[in-house]
């Protein structure tokens, strides 16, 4: 488990790496903005399955579509949900675009990307290390 874990750290891609991050910072505003109303987890979820087939929609009928595994089709449902929930709960919070009004909320957010970006090296240094 902890070698898989491993591996798929060292493999990320750049793209990979910034949605990471992006769940990062989601999950850190989720958290500290927490609002326990199910209206808008539903409203959340409602919007993540409209918007998250028409995504699947405009990806699978490209005409050069190439099939979806199983964590792309996740993440077209995801995405819409985190950005639906995430203006919700800052809604009249003072938030500039995706910035809190508090410096510590943005730096705990972007401390724990730079964390994880962090890990990210050291896992492909060890890799390379143990190569050379």
Known sequence: MMRDLTAYLRGLTLPRIVLWCYLVWYLVTA????????????????????????????VVCAPQATPLDRWQMFRLFLIPFCVSSFSALVKDRGFVLIFSPRAAETGLAVGLCAAFLLLVTIMRRLAASRLA
């Open 31 to 58: 958290g500290l903005y927490f609002d326990p109303a199910p209206l808008l987890w539903l409203t959340s979820a409602g919007l993540s399955l409209v918007v998250g087939f028409a995504l699947i929609l405009s």
